[in-house]
């Protein structure tokens, strides 16, 4: 069963009749967004999204609404807004990040084994902050694979809506960019410092030299207990869950295209998780 929401009924039916106009951009966001999100449920490449929405809409008797073909949906992909998360404004956050790679295109596993690597194989970096008390994603972004985590600290963090109170990254987040970006944003940083790390008395720092001290009392394994540090780990059980859903591939060979279908991709995953997962409550 396929529900076609009144909004994008709406966008859709009252969209001007331009005809013919080369460039022209009649469909509305929310139309390309309803077909790229569809391309992206049902694993379709961008002609076959195109017949299957046609044949979705026909069977709904609603085959006077037109579909874009497959180079519009390409082209206004580009720079497409996404909204990731629907949280309301002012929630409190504890935010859990980390990356994954996503194939672009080249060998698969095998071959790499058995051959080596290539110099086409390129992959792009998939960076996720998550809600650790809903498990819902709030950030994303995606980055060349020579980008290192800790520069996507403030991008992620900008992201959220909402206030957040604790950040929870492992140790690639360990840098001074990465920590003084988490001081601005008001919150609690809990990274693990290295077992060689000394203090610094420089501005955002503060947090990690308190970690030093206490670590070197009461040890690693425990300081991670008394600060909650294995929440992190439900950041890459976000970053599973949409490699076995969504995929560990993009489509899309342009970067501005890419960022889009990544941000479809997380949007997919928090409404699944929305439906799919239980309220549990511990007693």
């Known amino acids: 069963m396929l529900w076609l929401e009144e909004g994008v009924y709406r966008h859709w039916r009252d969209m001007p009749r331009l005809g013919k106009v080369v460039g022209e951009k009649q469909y509305s966001d929310v139309v390309i967004e309803f077909c790229l999100t569809i391309k992206q449920v049902y694993g379709l490449a961008l002609r076959q999204c195109t017949g299957f929405t046609k044949s ?18 390409c082209r ?40 080596g690597v ?47 109170e604790a950040f929870y990254g492992d140790g690639a987040y360990d840098k001074k ?18 077992s060689n790390a000394v203090k610094r008395e420089l501005p955002g720092l503060e947090e990690r030299n308190q970690a030093i001290d206490r670590i070197g009392q009461i040890g690693r394994q425990a300081w991670k207990k008394e600060v909650g540090y294995h929440k992190r780990s ?3 059980t976000a970053m599973y869950r949409y490699k076995m ?3 560990n591939t993009l489509t899309a060979h342009k970067m501005e295209n890419q960022v889009t279908e990544v941000k479809v991709g997380c949007h997919i995953l928090n409404v699944f998780r929305g439906c799919g997962m239980s309220n549990a409550v511990k007693t």
């Open 76 to 115: 206004r992909s580009s720079g497409l807004k996404i909204k990731v998360s629907q949280r309301p404004i002012g929630e409190k956050l504890h935010v859990a990040v980390d990356s994954t790679g996503l194939k672009v295109f080249g060998e698969g596993e095998w071959k790499v084994r058995k051959h």
């Open 234 to 236: 439900l950041s890459e």
């Open 245 to 247: 859903v969504i995929g």
């Open 118 to 164: 290539s110099k086409r194989r390129t992959w792009r970096k998939l960076h996720l902050g998550i809600d650790v008390n809903s498990q819902e994603i709030v950030s994303c972004g995606l980055t060349e694979n020579s980008v290192d985590d800790a520069a996507m600290t403030e991008p992620l963090l900008s992201q959220v809506v909402g206030k957040v």
């Open 177 to 194: 960019k990465a920590r003084q970006a988490v001081a601005r944003a008001g919150a609690k940083a809990i990274v693990p410092p290295p």
């Open 56 to 73: 979705v809409l026909a069977l709904m008797g609603l085959s006077e609404l037109v579909v874009p073909d497959y180079s519009t949906l």
